[in-house]
């Protein structure tokens, strides 16, 4: 059993230890390993059935447009589960790859690493690092665009997330103002721009300005869609109250 003279130089290393420990975790959250919430958004009526009709058989592309449906309402394990069993049977395509190093963004950014978070953020970076490659390799391909746009603004700026996501704005802006782009892409376009850009203004200080505009500009251009996919709802009520905190006052 320990006297009272070791037990206090103990005590002190042993606080000494915590703090240093509570400290280093707060830092890396800051940075990134603090767990991200992601909200699952239920299936519409018509995902639902869409899936269910699916077999076991089905092509990679239907694979990858139920992965794609898990992902984007937030059932990422459902969605990690499909994209593993189609690489399993050898059916992988570029874009399967896109959709998995997505997942793999958002669940990395889910958990909780009380290692200083550097397991998480190995994790994240290297997920995020497959993405920016198979988006390279596909800077034409719109919804590919987009799924990478939606990973990069998701997840903290890691792995220069943010830079990457300027990179496919220059991609896409032009796609988006042309006429005859499926309304749901166009939606997901925009709201994405809306959301990159606020937070541009945000960690731009010298252009913040610029920003502001810019974002209501796709903001503008999305309420003019007027088509909203039951996966965009939640985060196109957060987005629309910070335009208008920003431009109106509400």
């Not at 058989?57 to 459902?78: M, P, R, V, W």
């Not at 290692?115 to 800077?139: E, I, N, V």
């Not at 850009?197 to 610029?210: F, I």
Request: charged letters at 20%; zero cysteines.
């Amino acid at each position: 059993m320990l006297n009272v003279k070791k037990k206090k130089p103990l005590m002190i290393a042993l606080r000494g230890t915590l703090i240093t420990f509570v400290i280093g975790n707060v830092i890396a959250w800051l940075s990134g390993a603090w767990p991200i919430k992601f909200t699952e958004i239920p299936l519409s009526e018509e995902e639902q059935a869409f899936i269910a009709t699916q077999t076991e058989n089905s092509i990679a592309s239907d694979a990858k447009t139920i992965g794609l449906i898990y992902f984007l309402h937030n059932y990422l394990e459902k969605a990690a589960e499909v994209v593993k069993t189609e690489q399993a049977q050898g059916n992988t395509t570029t874009e399967l790859e896109a959709l998995s190093a997505a997942i793999n963004a958002k669940i990395a950014g889910t958990r909780l690493d009380l290692l200083f978070g550097q397991r998480k953020l190995y994790q994240l970076k290297q997920a995020l690092a497959q993405l920016k490659q198979t988006s390279d390799a596909l800077p034409a391909q719109l919804d590919v665009q987009l799924l990478a746009l939606w990973a990069f603004i998701s997840v903290p700026d890691i792995g220069d997330s943010e830079a990457n996501a300027l990179v496919i704005e220059q991609r896409i802006k032009p796609v988006l103002l042309e006429e005859g782009v499926p309304k749901d892409l166009a939606a997901s376009g925009w709201l994405a721009l809306t959301h990159l850009y606020l937070n541009m203004a945000n960690e731009d200080d010298a252009n913040s300005d610029s920003w502001k505009t810019k974002s209501l500009e796709a903001w503008k251009r999305y309420q003019q869609l007027d088509s909203q996919p039951l996966w965009l709802v939640k985060e196109s009520q957060d987005l629309g109250l910070k335009v208008n905190g920003l431009f109106y006052g509400k």
